[in-house]
């Protein structure tokens, strides 16, 4: 709001510029996150990027990230992609005679995401969705727990009650 001191005409132009953005459809709403989310949800290791190429997938409430050691020890970030949504659980999957990983991320959206990593682009690729259940964090919709068979045969998902699903 426009403090006391401005004067009437002030007020009066800064009233048809609203007025004026959104009777043209100009006027969006956005909201941008300052800080990003430090706390690590889960972690797993893969062959994203290229064969025998060692790295390590976080996944940080609803960002992705995509790290690997360098030569002195650090940890670097790759990539890091925001998703649109809370992501609940990943996994690592590799086809059977395959040399790459893909992972396999379990959100609140009610769905399961197969996502590989393209390097031409600089980020992840949805190979698959698979839908199951209504959106939000339930405890009876799977994706809270999320198993992977090590010869890259299934994938099982979980609830935190009842419901499991395989693939």
Not at 28 to 35: F, G
Not at 74 to 103: H, P, Q
């Amino acid at each position: 709001w426009l403090p006391r001191a401005a004067s009437h005409s002030t007020q009066a132009q800064f009233a048809a510029a609203m007025a004026n953005l959104g009777s043209a459809g100009g006027l969006h709403m956005y909201a941008l996150t300052l800080q990003r989310a430090s706390g690590v949800t889960g972690a797993v290791f893969g062959n994203f990027s290229a064969p025998r190429q060692q790295e390590i997938a976080v996944a940080r409430g609803k960002i992705l990230e995509l790290c690997r050691p360098d030569d002195n020890g650090k940890v670097l970030t790759v990539v890091a992609s925001e998703v649109f949504g809370t992501i609940r659980s990943i996994a690592t999957f590799r086809l059977t005679g395959g040399n790459r990983d893909y992972l396999v991320v379990g959100s609140d959206s009610g769905r399961i995401v197969i996502l590989e990593f393209v390097a031409d682009k600089g980020g992840w690729e949805r190979v698959h969705c698979e839908t199951f259940g209504k959106s939000g964090v339930r405890r009876i919709v799977p994706g809270q727990y999320v198993a992977t068979d090590p010869r890259g045969r299934a994938v099982m998902v979980g609830a935190v009650e009842k419901q499991k699903l395989v693939y």
